[in-house]
């Protein structure tokens, strides 16, 4: 049986354009099968980018319908860049924060989030930090030195704790302070010896 925890919705975000990789803090999300109502990350398919997978330029599936971080992790990050105020979920793009989750940003692809309202998250991939998203927050936050943040300190604190990206896998509505149960994926046993022999082949 896979392992499962309880933690909670601390605030959610919704909206972002092109030009601005923030989200605006609301009271609920209405996730659907191609994302979150509302939300500029909404579709079934996306564009690659420069770093991609693919080349840049080729359509394929959105594996990141949403994206999630902790409090627990911010502070981390806030930590590492020495800031001189909280670190803003709603400052890094993400539609969801939550609270006593720990190492979200280490939970496994297959990953199944589970709210009240019946509404499924799976997770595909961790969200590695980025140099855009660090000029942004270089640009808005302070030091508590003074001195101005460089554009890759982002990059340093948030090496291992930048949160999640994923696709919703079951329609449902997700509210600040809802419960939300993580069963955490392990792969069955059956399956394990299978990847181990063909890893040893």
């Not at 354009?17 to 803090?25: A, C, F, G, H, R």
């Not at 692809?109 to 589970?114: N, S, Y």
């Not at 595909?124 to 030091?143: F, T, V």
């Not at 509210?175 to 399956?191: C, F, M, Q, R, S």
Request: proline share 4%; aromatic share 6%; hydrophobic share 35%.
């Amino acid at each position: 049986m896979n392992k499962k925890i309880t933690g909670i919705v601390e605030s959610v975000y919704l909206g972002g354009d092109v030009d601005d990789l923030s989200k605006d803090l609301c009271i609920g999300l209405q996730a659907e099968l191609d994302g979150f109502v509302n939300d500029r990350h909404r579709s079934l398919q996306r564009e690659c980018w420069e770093h991609d997978k693919q080349k840049e330029g080729t359509i394929r599936r959105n594996e990141r319908q949403w994206s999630a971080v902790s409090v627990e992790e911010l502070k981390t990050i806030e930590q590492g860049m020495n800031l001189s105020e909280p670190l803003r979920a709603s400052s890094l793009g993400a539609n969801l924060c939550f609270k006593g989750i720990p190492a979200l940003s280490e939970l496994p692809r297959g990953t199944i989030l589970t709210f009240p309202s019946g509404a499924e998250l799976m997770v595909e991939e961790y969200n590695p930090p980025c140099l855009d998203m660090g000029k942004k927050l270089a640009a808005i936050y302070s030091c508590r030195s003074g001195e101005p943040l460089s554009d890759t300190v982002f990059s340093d604190a948030a090496k291992f704790s930048r949160g999640l990206v994923g696709v919703i896998d079951v329609a449902g509505r997700i509210n600040t302070g809802d419960a939300v149960t993580v069963e955490i994926y392990k792969p069955p046993l059956w399956l394990q010896r299978k990847t181990k022999a063909y890893n040893n082949q």
